[in-house]
């Protein structure tokens, strides 16, 4: 009967190392010429007298393929994951300066110029939902105490309406720039419903998180995620 040595093996495959070295190898450093080395001179000196068992041959052949496989599906998915990234920050940039609507009873009453006057001209868009077939209805503005600063009628119709306003109280007077608080209702067959209203805000800058989120920040000083925008315009 054969009878080698483990150290023999080592020398075998590593001339001119010893074996303390040869375990001083990390097992990612492992390639499949060193894995088909392995296997030939584990046949070389196996005992005649229990040969190897061919199947088990075959299964540690079929399990260095599966974990090579999946050593190189991890680095392709950490390549596109990368891509995607970059490609996300490309597409993000784009937004800046765009105008979003979001879900929320919250709009920017913002300065957006100056008239003949030299005055600044403030502005609070947003859109309402009409839904399907209204008579009309009423877009109302509160501060934020709840009090009610101005309310406009809105035009029968169906589908998305945009809606804005000046900064001008029902009583004529000029309010400050700042958040407000919006809503609107609906008038069907006589009745008033509460209709979904979408706050207007401009996007100053973009940021790309963990997980690839994206985060944008708006010129009125909230940041919402990308996935809360309901139209960029």
Do not use: C
Request: no cysteine.
């Amino acid at each position: 009967m054969i009878n080698t040595a483990p150290t023999d093996i080592f020398t075998s495959l590593n001339p001119g190392q010893t074996a303390e070295a040869s375990r001083s190898r990390n097992i990612s450093d492992m390639g499949s010429d060193d894995f088909m080395t392995l296997m030939i001179a584990q046949m070389k000196h196996q005992d005649p007298t229990k040969p190897m068992d061919q199947m088990a041959f075959m299964s540690q052949l079929a399990e260095f393929s599966s974990l090579s496989g999946i050593q190189e599906l991890n680095g392709s998915f950490g390549e596109l994951s990368t891509n995607l990234t970059g490609a996300q920050a490309v597409q993000a940039s784009s937004l800046v300066g765009r105008s979003v609507a979001m879900d929320s009873q919250t709009a920017a009453l913002a300065p957006v110029g100056r008239n003949e006057s030299g005055e600044t001209v403030n502005m609070l868009s947003a859109t309402v939902d009409m839904g399907d077939g209204s008579d009309g209805g009423v877009f109302e503005v509160r501060d934020d105490f709840g009090l009610l600063v101005f309310s406009g009628q809105l035009p029968a119709g169906s589908g998305n309406v945009p809606v804005v306003w000046d900064g001008e109280a029902s009583d004529g007077s000029r309010l400050p720039a700042g958040d407000y608080n919006i809503s609107a209702r609906v008038e069907r067959g006589g009745d008033l419903r509460d209709a979904r209203v979408y706050g207007h805000d401009t996007v100053i800058s973009v940021a790309i998180g963990s997980g690839n989120q994206v985060t944008l920040n708006l010129a009125s000083g909230r940041a919402v995620d990308v996935s809360d925008v309901k139209e960029f315009f």
